[in-house]
């Protein structure tokens, strides 16, 4: 089964601090996705990687940036925390050619 | 714009009753169409698809009908369980490797 991790599954953090949220994939998937949800807005794309240090830009990338050094990992970086960066981080991976993505369990991040 | 999107945010069905969750559709491009379930506290979880040159597809309980006429997607939960008891997104990808693009879900809510 594929399986993707995520390192936190719960994590507060004060405003202004730089936070890092860590996302792996053991199915040795080409692409890898972070979403953040949010009650009655569904899934928004923040940013999506085709390969090793390559990056797209999703719908909401503001005030986020991301790293992808290994095909396994793609970290998601909030380089100065707001308090409306509060929401449930979602990652996913596919391979390519296909359409499926798989889930991460989700890390539910409060800034205060 | 184009979007994915539900037309109702919360269902509540008796148990054993057939539950149908819809989704309205703008890109007639897309050519693949995927059910998530995403039950509390976890990540979403694949359900069924359904390519475009289909219009019917049967899985265990579940039956996804794609009227692209009229950009309507839905799904189908045969004799409805408290297990089902869940958020369903659907998503749509358009050509080329790109990402899905979610609709902002449905609360499923089964009544024993």
């Known amino acids: 089964d594929v399986k993707v991790t995520q390192s936190s599954r719960y994590l507060v953090k004060r405003t202004g601090e730089k936070v890092f949220l860590e996302c792996v994939q053991d199915m040795d998937h080409e692409n890898m996705f972070w979403y953040r949800q949010d009650p009655g807005l569904g899934l928004r794309l923040i940013y999506f990687s085709y390969d090793v240090k390559m990056k797209e830009k999703g719908d909401i990338p503001e005030g986020y940036s991301v790293s992808r050094e290994k095909k396994e990992r793609f970290s998601l970086i909030l380089e100065s925390a707001s308090t409306n960066q509060t929401s449930m981080y979602l990652c996913a991976s596919r391979s390519s050619g296909t359409y499926e993505q798989y889930f991460g369990p989700g890390t539910r991040l409060t800034v205060t | 714009g184009e979007s994915v999107g539900l037309h109702l945010p919360t269902l509540s069905v008796q148990e054993g009753d057939n539950s149908i969750i819809n989704c309205a559709y703008s890109n007639s491009a897309s050519d693949y169409f995927i059910w998530y379930k995403q039950e509390s506290g976890k990540g979403p979880q694949f359900i069924i698809d359904?390519?475009?040159?289909?219009d019917k597809r049967q899985g265990q309980r579940v039956t996804v009908l794609l009227n692209k006429t009229v950009k309507h997607l839905s799904l189908q939960i045969a004799a409805t369980q408290p297990g089902d008891s869940a958020v369903y997104f659907c998503a749509e990808a358009r050509t080329g490797n790109t990402p899905l693009v979610f609709g902002k879900g449905t609360r499923l809510s089964v009544i024993a």
């Open positions: 359904i390519r475009s040159n289909m």
